[in-house]
């Protein structure tokens, strides 16, 4: 599998994405979506990076810059006919190292508090995340929960 840092340009990234952003349309109330659309990804304080098994687009991921130092993981995602293939911690694992190599000491994200995701909060835990209050612009919400690492 390859790891790198992807400029969004491409149509199999951005059908990748306009399926998960669809996806979490589907799973969480609109008022709770937090994903990021195309244009946010793009922009200057966001690092996105993709995984690929041979040609085929298997993953994503990003880090938001938040402050000096902080980072918040975005659009993590994996394609569902690959979930629980090791796809997600290959990647989760590089993010992490190559942040830390960016500068960042501090990560947090907001993942959904249903059933839904709860591979995803075990892969955060499994990672050293712990849960958190809000942070940044998040409000307490009964769909969302919030985890936080120091790197």
């Known amino acids: 599998m390859k790891i790198a840092v992807d400029d969004l340009t491409g149509p199999e990234i951005i059908e990748f994405l306009d399926s998960h952003l669809r996806e979490m349309r589907s799973t969480t109330p609109l008022e709770s979506k937090h994903a990021l659309d195309l244009d946010a990804l793009r922009k200057p304080d966001v690092t996105f990076w993709s995984i690929k098994d041979r040609d085929s687009l298997v993953g994503c991921g990003a880090v938001k810059q938040l402050e000096v130092g902080h980072g918040e993981i975005k659009s993590m995602r994996t394609d569902p006919s690959r979930k629980r293939s090791g796809i997600a911690s290959a990647l989760l694992g590089h993010i992490v190292e190559e942040s830390r190599r960016m500068g960042y000491t501090r990560f947090s ?27 940044a612009d998040y409000r307490e919400d009964p769909n969302s929960v919030f985890m936080t690492r120091t790197l």
């Not at 909060?121 to 990672?127: G, V």
């Open 109 to 135: 994200l907001e993942t959904g508090s249903t059933e839904f995701f709860a591979p995803a909060r075990a892969l955060y835990e499994k990672f050293g995340f712990e849960y958190c209050a809000p942070f």
